[in-house]
């Protein structure tokens, strides 16, 4: 008799159980294989926002004597004053001079709303931490990357990075949470490059002074 995965009898045979094991099978690897291109479609548009908006960065402060936003005050177009208590949005709305857009400041792979523009900017628009200590002529320096950075060591208390300062050292142990890309994510350093990073023990010339300011 020729098997097949169709019972004439009652019952549940061996063949139906090993075909429905087979089709539950594929069905899940299907799935997991979308979820995989979707999370790296959104990893390579994330990247291409990051490398825009660092490119805006880097014009600002290539008119502003190697210094960002968050080292020049506001009565000179920058946002010193706002970055120092706390409001991160600010540091990105003098970017609107540079050709930057404010939907770039949210990573496609987030489920934030992207702001409508510079000027009615919210925090909630924002998928993306600062460095507000980054300067402008180290050009390796980390200047911003994907707000779901956190510390490798879970028994830390900084373990849970959710918005406000956070200050790093070099060879500080850091990692990526999977938030937003599924264990990876993205960086742009002072020099106006972005793209995917592991950030496990940054070296020093990546993070030799870095406050790191989140988005709440």
């Not at 291409?48 to 080292?71: G, I, S, V, W, Y």
């Not at 070099?170 to 972005?194: C, K, P, Q, Y």
């Amino acid at each position: 008799m020729h098997a097949s995965c169709v019972s004439a009898r009652g019952g549940t045979t061996l063949v139906e159980l090993l075909c429905a094991l087979v089709v539950m099978t594929t069905i899940t690897t299907v799935t997991v294989a979308r979820m995989q291109v979707r999370a790296d479609a959104n990893r390579s548009r994330c990247a291409h926002h990051l490398k825009e908006t660092a490119l805006a960065f880097r014009l600002f402060a290539n008119d502003n004597a190697d210094r960002f936003p968050a080292q020049v005050s506001q009565t000179f177009g920058g946002a010193r004053e706002a970055a120092t208590a706390g409001r991160i949005e600010a540091v990105f709305r003098p970017l609107a001079d540079y050709q930057a857009r404010p939907e770039h400041l949210v990573c496609p792979g987030d489920t934030r709303s992207a702001g409508r523009s510079f000027s009615t900017l919210a925090v909630t628009n924002i998928s993306y931490f600062v460095n507000l200590g980054a300067k402008g002529s180290a050009s390796s320096e980390v200047l911003f990357g994907d707000r779901d950075l956190t510390a490798a060591d879970r028994s830390s208390e900084e373990a849970n990075w959710l918005a406000g300062f956070h200050r790093l050292s070099a060879g500080h142990a850091v990692e990526w949470s999977g938030t937003l890309h599924r264990g990876n994510g993205n960086l742009a350093l002072a020099d106006g490059s972005a793209g995917p990073a592991a950030v496990i023990g940054l070296p020093e010339t990546q993070m030799s002074s870095a406050q790191l300011l989140f988005p709440q």
